[in-house]
């Protein structure tokens, strides 16, 4: 949910004339009713957090009824959570009371101007909601880890300010970067008009985010805490795959999560700049042809380009929206349309919600065909060159550069997936479905918008031993979805460059 959570998170930056508190009261009404808000949900972190502790010290045996409840409780606060936020700045006034409270003397008599980055007090009530959660959920994530031995011997669990702060380091990176970087922009439109005007400005505001994207793994090791893997079995059989599969990277990464989580993930466009990073729990509960897998699926997102494919795509989009909405203002300014005065503050936020949709829609279908390209490249880089195989041993030979395809790489590969999805706890309810599964499928199916549910990305791969013509009919269709959503944006792009004209296509970017 990051890239979501971003959108949400801008938008409650955006310049707008937040309403006063729905019930009137003015400025103690705003700060009681928002106060009570991240109070309620205080007390609801507090009884799923009560409801897991209390379970697990009585019941030690149901720990794996318990943690899949506990998952899904804390999918549905997530949105009971942004529920509240938003109430807080639509009808409860806060966003109004920051806007009122935090200004600073303007430029003139009489005038004020609001305080540098007080932006980010308007989702002030969702930090403190989450920082709130946080600290009480870690009572049932060590519970949980306590009851559960993670390996031979447990690990030793964080102090709660560990926790807090490996929650708070992640959230900094994943979300709060670029909202900062938005409310930069604000903070400099507003105290440094001229600046904001020049084309040396409007120059790096556009660079500022492919070099950011560029150097990103730079910032991901300090702030994730990430630290290279120990020399030792792991490293030599990864670097060893990685050569069979003519792969380059700057370094293999170890995320020490106290056995919170088994992921793995490949950060970096760049050879010199890229890492492949693996938490320590999947190192630990994975099998070393696995674990060959997963790298290899890692493998599969670099040799198939998706990370520039993202980037030219969302860097695409935005530009097409930048120029609809200069096309939009032009249009009707010509027709002499004049907007309400209670609509013009608000004009800003629909292109947000806009485009919020078109990336939950459009990217994440993108995205989850990306996903299962790289899962098959998972498959093919366990597999031998014989289609037909039964089995691996010793003495198997797999093909340079991932060129084979078998049954027993697919359901290596399918192995690793299914692992993953019970130590993380995203699998799906089976059989019939009563409304209630219905609805935690549909949480689920959500948590998974960019990359699909588990069962899913199982089912296809093992689709493809009865019948291999199929992934080749897939490939060839991530094939044509990707040129045909980059050639239509890049004319469309053109097509409103010379409409709105160039020069005033620059003036907003």
């Not at 709660?160 to 900094?172: D, I, K, P």
Request: hydrophobic share 50%.
């Amino acid at each position: 949910m990051p890239i979501l959570l971003v959108f949400a998170l801008t938008a409650a930056c955006m310049p707008v004339p937040w309403p006063e508190p729905l019930v009137g009261g003015g400025e103690r009404a705003a700060v009681g009713l928002t106060v009570a808000a991240v109070g309620l949900s205080a007390l609801l972190s507090f009884a799923v957090r009560t409801w897991v502790v209390h379970t697990l010290r009585g019941s030690p045996s149901r720990k794996i009824e318990v943690m899949e409840g506990y998952a899904r409780l804390r999918r549905l606060l997530l949105f009971v959570n942004l529920g509240l936020a938003a109430a807080c700045v639509l009808a409860f006034g806060w966003g109004w009371y920051v806007h009122r409270a935090a200004v600073v003397p303007g430029p003139g008599p009489g005038k004020s101007l609001l305080a540098p980055f007080a932006e980010l007090l308007v989702p002030a009530p969702y930090f403190a909601i989450l920082l709130t959660a946080w600290t009480i959920y870690y009572d049932a994530e060590r519970r949980i880890h306590q009851t559960t031995a993670f390996g031979p011997v447990p690990r030793p669990f964080w102090t709660r300010g560990g926790y807090v702060f490996h929650q708070l380091r992640q959230f900094a990176l994943l979300v709060m970067l670029p909202v900062v970087l938005f409310t930069t922009q604000q903070t400099l439109a507003r105290f440094a008009p001229e600046l904001t005007r020049t084309d040396a400005y409007r120059i790096g505001s556009v660079a500022v985010v492919p070099v950011l994207v560029l150097f990103m793994p730079l910032l991901m090791k300090p702030l994730l805490g990430l630290k290279s893997m120990p020399a030792g079995p792991h490293r030599a059989r990864l670097e060893a795959l990685a050569a069979r599969l003519h792969f380059r990277c700057a370094d293999f990464l170890l995320w020490p999560t106290h056995g919170a989580a088994a992921n793995a993930l490949i950060v970096g466009l760049l050879p010199r700049v890229r890492y492949v990073v693996f938490t320590d729990r999947i190192l630990d509960d994975l099998p070393p042809d696995e674990l060959d897998a997963v790298l290899g699926h890692e493998v599969g997102h670099a040799k198939h380009g998706h990370i520039w494919l993202y980037a030219a795509f969302l860097g695409l989009s935005m530009t097409v929206l930048a120029a609809l909405l200069v096309l939009l203002d032009q249009r009707l300014a010509a027709a002499g349309v004049v907007l309400p005065e209670w609509a013009d503050g608000w004009v800003a936020l629909p292109p947000v919600a806009v485009l919020a949709a078109y990336i939950f829609l459009v990217f994440g279908y993108l995205s989850r065909r990306c996903e299962r390209q790289a899962d098959v490249y998972g498959c093919r880089a366990v597999s031998c060159g014989d289609p037909n195989c039964t089995g691996h041993d010793a003495s198997t030979v797999y093909p340079e550069r991932a060129r084979g395809l078998c049954p027993t790489g697919i359901r290596t590969f399918a192995r690793a997936l299914e692992r993953v999805g019970q130590v993380n706890l995203m699998d799906e309810p089976a059989g019939r479905r009563s409304l209630v599964q219905l609805v935690r499928g549909f949480l689920g199916w959500l948590r998974a918008w960019q990359h699909s549910t588990m069962p899913r990305r199982v089912n296809f791969l093992l689709s493809l031993i009865d019948n291999p013509a199929r992934e080749r009919r897939f490939q060839r269709s991530v094939t044509l979805l990707r040129w045909t959503l980059l050639g239509g944006l890049a004319a469309l792009l053109y097509a409103l460059g010379e409409a709105v004209g160039w020069h005033e296509l620059m003036q907003v970017m």
